[in-house]
Structure formats: structure tokens, C-alpha cells
């Protein structure tokens, strides 16, 4: 069965670093999307993404967040200068159709921030 | 706005005992309901889902009934076993809202299940 491959499975880095999540989704699906759960709390929407621009973004996704597709099969989440309290699980998923219900999730990169 | 509230876990219990797990919604328009499952060391399935009032939707020998009235979305299972042992979330899509269907979740449900 197809899988959503996100890399590195867990990643700890020094405050005020710069961090890339990588995630490969499905090669026939076109929606992407990042969530995160910080430990004890709710899975929380990132941003979705589609047709090589954001489509929508929650108030986490401030200036310090980016995401971007390079190539035809890579989708990264890029934090800028890390902070403490943005260590949490990222998890990564996509979608083949709009309207689709049938999201496929990564199994997740646990950031630690140091 | 829209929210999802769940039961705090961790809930245990022994192989073919009866499974419930409360959900509650609140949501500003007419959402869509979805329980996915997390095993360990992998992605958060979809187990099952509804898309309006009085759906049930059904998986696995899980069952979750949409529940307007009540604003809910209890997940059961009468026979347990101890390959569902996983974490739960409850989860809502409201169609009105999102251009791409934004996941609202719930904050997770650990089941352990003991032979």
C-alpha cells in the first residue's frame, strides 16, 4: 500500500537553529498538508498546500514557517529559527482529490529543541 | 469555532472487554466526523467516518454513531483485542469553512489492551 515517508523519524536541534522536515507523499496525490501535536495536547492544522502555493494557514504558521515542494516528489516544512515550545510531533499528509476524506499521514518527526 | 473534545486517557482493558470513547464536537457548520487510529511507530489511519446526522460509520468491528442532537461521536467496540491497542482521535472536517478540508482533531485516546 502506498505510504507518506517522512524524514528524519525524530530530530534535535539547538535553539535558534534552522530545521527542515521532509516528507514524501504519494506520487498521484496533489494536497498537502503539515499538522503537529505538542506532547499532551491536540493534533493542530499547520497549513495545506496545493498547486505549488499555500492554500490555507492557521495562526501557528507565522513568518518563522515555510513549506515548499522542490521537485516532483518532496514536500519540506522549513522552521527558521527554532524555539523552544516548536517541539512537538509534524506530521505530514496528502490527499489525491479535494474532496477526498481519505488523507494518507506519515508516520511523524518528533523535534526536539534544545 | 470548531473543536473537538475527547476522553482523557489512558484507557486499559483486558482482551474482549466492551470499548468506548467519548467525542464531543462543536462546530459552525455542518461538519463531517472521523475517528483515525495511530499503531505504534506509524501514521494516523482513517478507521472510520460520518457525514451526517445519524451516519454510522463502522470498521474493524468499530462503530461511531453522528449524533447531532447530542453533538457527538462516541467510538464502541464490543470485543476487544489486544491488536487495538493504539491511540484514537476524533476528528472533524467542517466543509464550510476550508478550502482544502482542514482536519479539527482531539487530543488522542491511548488504548491498552492485556491478554
Known amino acids: 500500500e502506498p505510504e507518506v515517508t517522512q524524514t528524519p523519524s525524530h530530530q534535535v536541534t539547538q535553539m535558534g537553529q534552522e530545521v527542515i522536515l521532509r516528507c514524501v507523499p504519494i506520487s498521484n496525490h496533489l494536497y498537502f498538508y503539515w499538522y503537529r501535536q505538542i506532547l499532551g495536547q491536540k493534533v493542530e492544522f499547520l497549513v495545506s498546500f496545493y498547486n505549488n502555493e499555500i492554500s490555507e494557514k492557521s495562526e501557528i504558521f507565522d513568518d518563522q514557517f515555510s513549506v515548499e515542494r522542490p521537485d516532483g516528489s518532496n514536500f519540506t516544512l522549513k522552521i527558521r529559527s527554532t524555539k523552544l515550545e516548536d517541539s512537538a510531533m509534524y506530521f505530514c499528509a496528502s490527499k489525491e482529490n479535494r474532496d477526498d476524506y481519505g488523507y494518507t499521514f506519515g508516520s511523524g518527526t518528533r523535534l526536539t529543541v534544545v | 469555532g470548531n473543536s473537538v473534545t475527547q476522553m482523557e486517557g489512558p484507557v486499559t482493558l483486558s482482551e474482549e472487554a466492551f470499548l468506548t470513547i467519548n467525542c464531543t464536537y462543536t462546530a459552525t457548520g455542518y461538519p463531517s466526523l472521523f475517528w483515525y487510529v495511530q499503531y505504534p511507530g506509524e501514521g494516523l489511519q482513517l478507521l472510520l467516518k460520518?457525514?451526517?446526522?445519524?451516519d454510522k460509520g463502522s470498521n474493524k468491528g468499530f462503530e461511531a454513531t453522528y449524533r447531532k442532537e447530542t453533538t457527538s461521536f462516541h467510538l464502541e467496540k464490543g470485543s476487544v483485542q489486544v491488536s487495538d491497542s493504539a491511540v484514537y482521535f476524533c476528528?472533524?472536517?467542517?466543509?464550510?469553512?476550508?478550502?482544502?478540508?482542514?482536519?479539527?482533531f482531539g487530543r488522542g485516546t491511548q488504548l491498552t489492551v492485556w491478554p
Open positions: 476528528a472533524l472536517i467542517d466543509d464550510r469553512g476550508s478550502t482544502l478540508g482542514r482536519l479539527y
Open positions: 460520518a457525514t451526517k446526522a445519524d
